[in-house]
Structures are given as structure tokens and as C-alpha cells.
């Protein structure tokens, strides 16, 4: 365990804000909860968990303790003719399980390369791409209780998985450490081509689904994603800044009318998913910034940081957008970024 006092979070998120934390603790065993529990000052602070800091918005100096698991070992746990299991420390970086994973041509997690992050915080928002979504592969999660450390185990059925949701984005936030999760991966199967522009790159490569492998999906990925999503490294982003809002089909019907060429997709619930970044460009924000903090000029949804822009400047910038939207759609964005 390593503790660092006034400890500047720059490094750790990825819209580069250079907030401190009153403490930053980097834990790897379960054992390390209770012995800071008995320290005085330490015990009287709330406690914030953060990952890699790619899904943050930070607007403010923490007078909190921030807890970082460090824990990053691969484990296979079993495999039989089908299937293997790995147990993932959660400090892994996600890229890097994506990669191990691919490089033993194990099916499951290629559609979801070179999203930032760490493994203990994939299950938080179930993160998704490329028509996957990480629930897809996992079996379960093991995390401490902040309280005591003590030992909380979930099946996949008890992780309330949705569009990017679950019970650790909600009632578990900051109740406990991801410590490791485990995914069920295939050693065969049929490649996941539900997202059109993946298909159509792919089919114009290879002759027959049948052909393809995890790593050609893997490729093809990172080359779609370096299209399209800029580099946080090179310019600061946290992703998607709103979740893709559905809607009933009575709003629907209304809004086509006016908007025939408004792109949807069907939910199975029988919403209507409409793309935010389509709502954004449409209420003309894409490439539009208020100081420092802007909308990218080729992806509407992802909110960036053009150099000395805050937390709370992005957070003004989203709700212009947002009132703009409602007032032009009737649809309230919903944040996909955690804000702290
Ligand atoms: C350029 C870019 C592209 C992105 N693309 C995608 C994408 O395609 N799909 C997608 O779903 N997301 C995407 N994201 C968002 C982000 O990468 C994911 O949400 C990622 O899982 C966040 O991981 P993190 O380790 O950085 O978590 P953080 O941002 O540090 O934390 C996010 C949340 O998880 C909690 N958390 C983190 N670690 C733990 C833990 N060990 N135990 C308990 N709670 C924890 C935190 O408290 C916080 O609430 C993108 C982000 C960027 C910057």
C-alpha cells in the first residue's frame, strides 16, 4: 500500500484537470481497508475509488481520500474444450487484457480494444463498442467492502448490467473496491459484425465471415477508433460525454415527422434509440467552443479540453448543449461521465 498527502490528480484523468486529492492511497490487498480505517484522519474523509480516470470529470480539489487499485495480474482459472476463465486484477489497463486475450486468439473482448481505462472499472458503466458491451463476457465480480474490507462477491445476474449501468454505477458507488473481475472467454465463435461500419470494413477484406479472426476485429478497431476518436493523450477527453437517449415511439413519430432523416434504432425493451451526437450536431454545437472547453470538431459527443478549461467549464458547456437539445427535441441527455 502506498499513501501520497496533497497528491495532484493531472496523471489521473484523462481531461488532464490538475485537481489534488487530500490523499491518494494505492491499494492491492483487501487487508489494506481495515488498517486505514484505523487511521483517525484518514477514516474521517469520504472515500472516492477511482481507475485510469477516462470516465471523470474532476471540478474540484478532493478533501477526500482516493482509492487506486493496483492489483493487475492475469490469472487463468480454467479452461475446458470450449472455454477459458480468467481472473483480472482490476488496476489492469483494459487495452492490455484486450491485447493478452487477442494474442491467444480467445473470442469475447476484440470489439472493445483500445477503450482507455483499467479492468476494475469496465463492469462500473458495462463499457460497450463496436456492438459489444464487457457483460457479454463476465462471469463475476470480487470487490472489498470500504467499510471493513470485507470480501463482496457478485454473479453476473447480481451486477444489474444495462446500457451503460450497473449496481457499481449506483448503489455500490464508492461502497466498494473492484478488486478482480472474471470473463468467460471462446476459443470459437462467430465474429460479432453487429455494428455496420465494422461489417462493412471487414467484408471488403475477407472474403467469408468465417474467415475472420479476433485479431482481425481487434485491428480493424483501433483503425476505426484512430478515425474517429481523438487521442486523450493529445488532446484531453473523457469518451462520450452523454449516454444515447431512447425515447417512447409516440416521440418518435413526432420528431421523424419533422426529422425524416433522424437515425434511430430499435431497443429491445421497444424504445427508440436515437444517436446524441446526431442531436448535438443537429443543434449546431459540433466543433463549437466556449474558451476552452469545446465539442470536437469530427464527433459531436465527445466534450474536450483544448488546454486550460475546468471541470466545471465543461459542465457549463454540457448544459448548454443539453438545454439546446430539449429545447429543440423534448429529449434530456443524460450524462455517460461521472462527475466529481
Ligand atoms: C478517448 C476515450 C474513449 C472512450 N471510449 C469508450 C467506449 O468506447 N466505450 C465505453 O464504454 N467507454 C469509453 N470511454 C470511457 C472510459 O474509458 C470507460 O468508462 C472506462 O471503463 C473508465 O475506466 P477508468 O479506469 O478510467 O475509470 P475512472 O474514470 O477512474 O472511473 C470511472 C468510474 O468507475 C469507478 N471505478 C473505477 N475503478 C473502480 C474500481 N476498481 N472499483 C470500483 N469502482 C471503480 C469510479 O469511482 C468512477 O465512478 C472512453 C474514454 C475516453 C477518454
Not at 477511482?50 to 474540484?60: E, P
Request: aromatic content about 8%; glycine content about 6%; overall charge neutral.
Amino acid at each position: 500500500m502506498n499513501i501520497y498527502a496533497n497528491y495532484n490528480l493531472l496523471q489521473h484523468n484523462t481531461f488532464h484537470f490538475p485537481v489534488s486529492a487530500r490523499f491518494f492511497i494505492e491499494v492491492r490487498h483487501a487487508s489494506a481497508i481495515p488498517t486505514l480505517r484505523q487511521d483517525p484522519v484518514i477514516s474521517s474523509l469520504p472515500w472516492q475509488v477511482i481507475g485510469g480516470g477516462s470516465n471523470l470529470v474532476l471540478t474540484q480539489d478532493l478533501d477526500a481520500v482516493v482509492i487506486h487499485c493496483i492489483y493487475d495480474e492475469i490469472k487463468l482459472l480454467k479452461e475446458d474444450h470450449g472455454s477459458v476463465w480468467l481472473s483480472v486484477g482490476a488496476g489492469c489497463p483494459w487495452h492490455n487484457l484486450v491485447t493478452y486475450t487477442v494474442d491467444h486468439g480467445w473470442w469475447g473482448l476484440e470489439n472493445l480494444a483500445l477503450i482507455p481505462g483499467t479492468v476494475g472499472a469496465a463492469p462500473v458503466q458495462n463499457i460497450g463498442a463496436y456492438g459489444a458491451e464487457v457483460q457479454d463476457t463476465i462471469t463475476r465480480v470480487q470487490s472489498f467492502d470500504l467499510r471493513d474490507g470485507r470480501r463482496v462477491e457478485l454473479r453476473k445476474s447480481e451486477c444489474g448490467f444495462s446500457y451503460r449501468n450497473s449496481i457499481f454505477k449506483q448503489s455500490l458507488a464508492n461502497r466498494v473496491l473492484i478488486h478482480r473481475v472474471t470473463f468467460r472467454l471462446r476459443k470459437h465463435a462467430t465474429p460479432n459484425l453487429m455494428h455496420e461500419p465494422l461489417h462493412e470494413a471487414l467484408i471488403k477484406k475477407y472474403d467469408t465471415i468465417e474467415q475472420i479472426t479476433p485479431r482481425q476485429i481487434y485491428d480493424e478497431v483501433i483503425i476505426l477508433r484512430n478515425q474517429r476518436i481523438p487521442d486523450p493523450k493529445i488532446l484531453g477527453s473523457a469518451g462520450s460525454f452523454f449516454k444515447n437517449p431512447s425515447i417512447s415511439s409516440t416521440h418518435y413519430q413526432t420528431l421523424i415527422a419533422q426529422h425524416p432523416n433522424m437515425p434511430s434504432h430499435k431497443t429491445p425493451d421497444g424504445q427508440i434509440k436515437i444517436p446524441a451526437a446526431w442531436l448535438i450536431e443537429q443543434a449546431q454545437w459540433k466543433g463549437k467552443r466556449i474558451s476552452d472547453a469545446g465539442v470536437h470538431v469530427n464527433h459531436a459527443l465527445i466534450l474536450v479540453n483544448y488546454g486550460s478549461a475546468t471541470g466545471k467549464n465543461l459542465l457549463e458547456l454540457a448544459d448548454k448543449i443539453r438545454d439546446d437539445v430539449i429545447n429543440q427535441f423534448s429529449i434530456a441527455l443524460e450524462k455517460e461521465v461521472v462527475v466529481i
